[in-house]
C-alpha cells in the first residue's frame, strides 16, 4: 500500500561548537501515514518535534532522507500544506476576512475579489466566526484568533493539515472546544493532518497514530501507537472508554522515564521499523494488564 | 478624567507662556531716563542710551513687528528684502526636495539591506563611517562638484535625511517577525507581493519613525546650511536680520522654525499612528 505522506530516514543536524562538530537533533526518522490519517508527534522539547515538523512544511531541510507526499519529494513549501501555527502567525494590520483572504489569493491569484471573498467567509464560518469578519486580531480573544489561524489554513484546501501546538497557548475549555472542532472539521472533510502536542489527552482524543520521540539531541521514532479508541469518541467520555488508561498510562510512562532511557534499555532498536503497538488490546505491551486501577495511582504520582 | 487632566494641562501651559512673556518684557523694558545729553545727540543715541533700555527686543515690539510679517508674508522688494513666506516656502522647499530623494533611495535600499544579511554586514561599516558626519562638512565637497549653491543645499539636506531612513527600514524589515514571513513562505506567496503585503506593512511604523527623525534632522540642517548657502530661505534670513542688527526679525524666525518643524513632526506622528498596528 502506497502511504501518503513517507519520512523517510530523515536527521537534522547542526553545526556545533568547533569546527566538524555537529549537534544532532534526530535520527533516521522513518514514518508515515495514509491519506484522511491524524498523527500526532509526542515527545520533550528538543527532540526535534517542530523541525518534523517544518520539514513536512517545507521551511525547513532536513540534513539526510527525504520525505514524500503524494508520491512527491517536498522541496520548499506548497500550497498543498497548510500549517497552523502555535501562535496563530495572523497578519495583525488585516482583519480576519484580510487574513484568511490573503490566503486565498495565494492559492488562486486570478479569481476576483468577490469570489476570494466568498470563499473567505464560507471558511471564516466553518470555524464559528460568522460576524466577526471584520474585526482586527487584536480585538479577537485567542481562541478566536486560532480559530482564524485554522480557517486560513483549510481555505487553500490543502492535502495536508500541518498543526504545530495549536491549543498550547489556549486556556483548557477554549482548547476542548477547538480540539472538538478540528476533529469535527477533519473528519468531515477527510483532511490527513499532522500534529505535535505535549498534552497526552489531546493525541488520544484526536490521533489515529501517535508517535513517541526519544529525548534529544540524538532523538529517534521510539513507538508508534495505533490508538484503540473507536473512531466515534467523543471528548467528554473519552476517558470512560475501556482502553482510554491502558493508552493514557502507556504514553506517561514513555515521557516520564522511557523517553530517557529508551536507547540503552533497547540498544537493538530499528528505526526503520518501529513497533507498532496497541495498548489496551490483547497481546499488546505488558502495562495494561495492570488494570486501569492501579494506573491511576501511579499516574497521579507522575 | 483625562478631559480635566488636558484643561489643566493647557492652563498650565498657559500660565508658564504669561511667566515667561512677563519675565521678558520686565527684563527688556526701559528704565526711564538713563542720562541727560543734548537732545540733538539724543536723538542720535537710540533708546539704549536715552531711556535705559535694553538692546533685546520686548515681547510688544516682538508681537508687533510678527504682526506685520504676517500680514504681508509674500512681498519681495529685492533679493534682501523678502516676506517671511517666501523665505520660509524657499527652506520648505529646499527641504522637500532633498528629503523624498532621500526616500526614493533610503527605503529601498533599506529594503535590500534588511532582507539580505550579506549585504546588511558589507555595507555597515560604510554606514557606520557615514552617518556621524556633519552634513555641513559635505558643503565644500558639494559645492565643488556640483557647483551650484542651491543644489549643494539640496544636497545636504539628502546627505543628513538618509541615514535615519535607511537604519530604521533595514532594521525594520530585518525584524519582521518569522511567523509572518512563514505564513507567506507556506502559501508560496512571491518576493514581490510578500514586500508589499506582510513586510511593508510590518516594518511600516518602523520605517515612518525613521522618517519622522529624518525630516527633523533636515529641517535643523536647513537653516545653518542657507546661512553658509545664502540668497534664499529661512536660515538666510535669520543671517541677513542678524547682519541688519534686527534682533526682533531674528526672534521672529527663530520662532517660524520652531512651528514649521513642529508641524513637519506632528504630520509624520500622524502618519506613524495611521500605519501601527495594535497586536
Known amino acids: ?302 | 478624567m483625562t478631559a480635566s487632566l488636558n484643561v489643566r494641562a493647557v492652563l498650565l501651559s498657559a500660565v508658564i507662556l504669561i511667566v515667561f512673556l512677563a519675565c521678558w518684557h520686565f527684563a527688556t523694558r526701559g528704565t526711564g531716563v538713563a542720562a541727560t545729553m543734548d537732545p540733538e545727540y539724543a536723538k542720535l543715541m537710540g533708546g539704549q542710551v536715552t531711556q535705559g533700555a535694553s538692546a533685546m527686543p520686548g515681547p510688544l515690539e516682538v508681537g508687533k513687528q510678527l504682526w506685520k510679517h504676517l500680514a504681508n508674508p509674500f512681498y519681495d522688494n529685492g533679493p534682501n528684502d523678502k516676506g517671511l513666506g517666501i523665505q520660509l516656502a524657499y527652506s520648505i522647499g529646499r527641504v522637500l526636495l532633498g528629503y523624498s530623494l532621500a526616500v526614493i533611495v533610503a527605503i529601498p535600499l533599506g529594503f535590500i539591506i534588511g532582507m539580505s544579511p550579506l549585504i546588511s554586514r558589507a555595507v555597515d561599516p560604510f554606514i557606520q563611517v557615514l552617518k556621524p558626519i556633519s552634513p555641513l562638512a559635505w558643503m565644500p565637497l558639494a559645492l565643488y562638484t556640483i557647483k551650484d549653491s542651491a543644489t549643494s543645499a539640496i544636497f545636504v539636506i539628502f546627505i543628513c535625511a538618509i541615514w535615519p531612513m535607511l537604519i530604521n527600514t533595514a532594521f525594520g524589515v530585518a525584524s519582521v517577525r518569522k511567523e509572518w514571513v512563514n505564513v507567506a513562505r507556506t502559501l508560496e506567496v512571491g518576493p514581490i507581493r510578500r514586500a508589499f503585503t506582510v513586510i511593508l506593512p510590518a516594518a511600516a511604523p518602523t520605517i515612518l519613525t525613521g522618517m519622522r527623525i529624518s525630516i527633523g534632522i533636515a529641517w535643523l540642517v536647513i537653516v545653518a546650511a542657507e546661512m553658509l548657502v545664502g540668497g534664499t530661505g529661512i536660515g538666510y534670513f535669520v543671517w541677513n536680520e542678524w547682519n541688519n542688527l534686527s534682533i526682533t526679525n531674528v526672534i521672529i524666525a527663530i520662532l517660524m522654525i520652531g512651528v514649521i518643524g513642529m508641524i513637519f513632526d506632528q504630520i509624520l506622528g500622524r502618519a506613524t499612528r495611521l500605519v501601527t498596528f495594535p497586536e
Open chain 1, 1 to 302: 500500500m502506497t502511504k501518503f505522506i513517507s519520512i523517510e530516514g530523515i536527521a537534522r543536524r547542526y553545526p556545533g561548537k568547533s569546527a566538524g562538530d555537529t549537534t544532532t537533533i534526530f535520527e533516521d526518522l522513518w514514518l508515515s501515514l495514509d491519506r484522511g490519517e491524524f498523527g500526532c508527534i509526542i515527545g520533550h522539547s528538543g527532540c526535534g518535534k517542530t523541525t518534523v515538523l517544518n520539514i513536512l512544511a517545507g521551511l525547513d531541510a532536513p540534513s539526510e532522507g527525504a520525505v514524500i507526499v503524494d508520491g512527491k519529494e517536498v522541496v520548499g513549501t506548497s500550497l498543498d500544506r497548510a500549517v497552523i501555527f502555535q501562535s496563530h502567525a495572523l497578519l495583525p494590520w488585516r482583519t480576519v476576512l484580510g487574513n484568511v483572504s490573503f490566503a486565498v489569493k495565494s492559492k488562486w491569484p486570478s479569481w476576483s475579489s468577490a469570489k476570494i471573498a466568498e470563499h473567505a467567509r464560507k471558511f471564516i464560518e466553518l470555524v464559528g466566526l460568522a460576524g466577526s469578519e471584520h474585526k482586527r486580531p487584536s480585538e479577537l480573544s485567542g481562541g478566536m484568533k486560532q480559530r482564524v489561524g485554522i480557517a486560513r489554513a483549510l481555505s487553500i484546501t490543502p492535502k495536508m493539515l500541518l498543526m504545530d501546538e495549536p491549543f498550547s497557548a489556549l486556556d483548557a475549555l477554549t482548547r476542548g472546544t477547538l480540539q472538538d472542532e478540528v476533529r469535527r472539521i477533519c473528519l468531515e472533510t477527510g483532511q490527513t493532518s499532522f500534529m505535535i502536542t505535549h498534552d497526552v489527552d489531546e493525541a488520544i482524543f484526536l490521533a489515529d497514530k501517535i508517535f513517541l520521540m526519544t529525548n534529544g539531541p540524538g532523538a529517534v521514532l521510539a513507538e508508534i501507537i495505533q490508538n484503540p479508541l473507536p473512531k466515534e469518541r467523543s471528548r467528554i467520555d473519552l476517558h470512560k472508554h475501556p482502553h482510554y488508561y491502558p493508552v493514557r498510562n502507556h504514553i506517561v510512562d514513555f515521557l516520564v522515564t522511557r523517553s530517557r532511557t529508551f536507547l540503552t534499555t533497547n540498544p537493538a532498536h530499528d528505526t526503520r521499523d518501529v513497533p507498532v503497538i496497541s495498548p489496551g488490546q490483547p497481546g499488546q505491551a505488558p502495562d495494561e494488564d495492570e488494570g486501569p486501577a492501579i494506573r491511576l495511582v501511579a499516574n497521579a504520582r507522575s
